[in-house]
C-alpha cells in the first residue's frame, strides 16, 4: 500500500527554486541566505496544495486527485501478521491534501529532512491476499476500500550533492497510520471480517504502517536519483535571490 505523493510534493517543493523562467509564477522561491529557509520551504509546499491537485505540466506532476499507483505485490510480516497481497488499480483520494509540519533543509550537505501529515486519505485497490492480520486468516479476492485517519511520515533524503554520485542517494522513509477504515468485499467470511477488523483498526493501522513506509520509499527513490542527476540540491536552492 505509502506515498507516490511524496514523489509529488517533494518535486514540487524542491523545484520552487529552479529559475523563474521555468517555473509558473505561483511556485514561491526559497534561498540558502534566508536564515529562514526551513520555514520557506514548508510555506512553499503547502501552498500548493490545490496546484498540486489538478497538476503542474511545466513540471510533469500528474494530477492528484485521484492518483492511481503502479501494480504493487505487497509483504507483512511481524509476530502477528504474515500476509501477501497483490494489487491493481491502487488509487488515493485526497493526495493534495497535505501538510509538511517540519523541515530542515542544508543544501550544503547534500540533505533534506522533514515530516509531512496527510489528514485524511483515502483509497480503493482491487486485490488478491493470503495469510493472517492480527493473528486472524484472512483470504480472498475482490476490492477494498479504506479511510485513513491521519498518516504521519518522516523522510530523509541525504548525499544529494553531484550529479556523478546520484546513484549513491540516500532516503530514509518511516510512516505511521493513526487509525483506518476497511471495506473488503471478496472475502471468506466477509461480514465477520470486515466486522473484527474494524473493532481492531488502531491494531490494523499500525500493522500495514512499515508496508506503506516501504512503498512510499521504492516510489519516491527513483525519482530522486533522476531529480539529482538533473539539479544537485545546492542549485535547487541557490545561495541567493
Known sequence: MNMCVLIVLLGTALFATIEPAQLPSYIPRCYQNDRNINECFISAANSLNENVRSGIPELGLRPLDPFVAPDLNITLESPITDLFVATQRFTFHRFYNYRFTSADIRPKDGAVSG???????????????????????????????????????????????????????????????????????????????????????????????????????????????????????????????
Request: net charge neutral; glycine share 6%.
Open 115 to 241: 515530516s509531512v501529515t496527510f489528514p485524511d486519505l483515502g483509497a480503493s485497490v482491487d486485490y488478491i491476499l493470503q495469510g493472517h492480520l492480527i493473528n486472524l486468516p484472512i483470504g480472498g479476492a475482490g476490492v477494498a476500500k479504506f479511510k485513513f485517519a491521519a498518516i504521519n511520515c518522516d523522510f530523509l533524503i541525504d548525499n544529494w550533492l553531484e550529479k556523478a554520485t546520484c546513484g549513491e542517494i540516500k532516503l530514509e522513509l518511516t510512516c505511521k497510520i493513526e487509525d483506518v477504515e476497511m471495506n473488503f468485499t471478496g472475502l471468506s467470511n466477509e461480514e465477520m471480517m470486515n466486522r473484527l477488523l474494524n473493532l481492531s483498526s488502531k491494531l490494523v493501522a499500525s500493522e500495514v504502517s512499515p508496508a506503506y513506509s516501504n512503498i512510499f520509499k521504492a516510489l519516491l527513490r527513483p525519482f530522486l536519483k533522476r531529480l539529482c542527476k538533473k539539479y544537485p540540491l545546492g542549485e535547487l536552492f541557490p545561495p541567493s535571490s
